[in-house]
């Protein structure tokens, strides 16, 4: 009985998700992203911590805690070319296909943790998004989409949210767990 409810629920959660996708929240329709589209929106939350900026890619370099080959193997895509933003700690990196196109981004924040829960409602909202606390002890949510998914999670004064063009939210929440525990958060 208890996994009908648990499944129930989750359909009713996807149903939810699926017709609020029409009309975006005011916040993420006004914000701008060099990215747009490929990596989502930023701008401010429902809450009303300020966001910082979303990261653009600035140079190609290799991803300094996440290894090609592992995005590859779990995006299921050849990576033709990896980006990364300009932040000197923990940039986002930005994983590209063959023709071009952004198949994975990864953005990571460490900061205050009001801004890092903030980050993570914004690219999976709490309100329609499915929630996840994983790894252990971290927490936010995770969606998927016509044009991929987003795993999106927090703790403490961390976030990381990785973004994929593969509609399998464990794909992402794959790179995420390998990107935190890279990271040594």
Avoid at 35 to 57: H, I
Avoid at 70 to 85: I, L
């Amino acid at each position: 009985m208890r996994t009908s409810l648990v499944v129930i629920g989750t359909a009713v959660a996807a149903l939810v998700a699926g017709c609020g996708g029409a009309a975006e929240p005011e916040s993420r329709q006004s914000a701008t992203s060099s990215e747009s589209g490929a990596t989502g929106a930023s701008g401010t939350s429902g809450t009303s911590v300020p966001l910082p900026p979303e990261p653009a890619p600035a140079a190609e370099g290799e991803c300094p805690y996440l290894d090609t080959e592992f995005v590859a193997q779990t995006n299921g895509q050849r990576v033709g070319s990896v980006r990364t933003s300009s932040e000197d700690t923990n940039p986002a990196c930005f994983f590209y296909r063959p023709d071009g196109d952004v198949q994975l981004t990864v953005r990571v924040y460490v900061g205050e943790e009001e801004v890092a829960r903030a980050i993570v409602d914004d690219a999976a909202p709490v309100a329609t998004s499915n929630p996840t606390a994983q790894p252990t002890g971290w927490e936010g949510g995770y969606e998927s989409g016509d044009d991929g998914a987003v795993y999106a999670v927090s703790k403490g004064g961390h976030a990381v949210v990785v973004r994929t063009n593969q509609q399998q939210s464990v794909k992402a929440r794959s790179v995420a767990v390998e990107a935190i525990t890279r990271l040594g958060f």
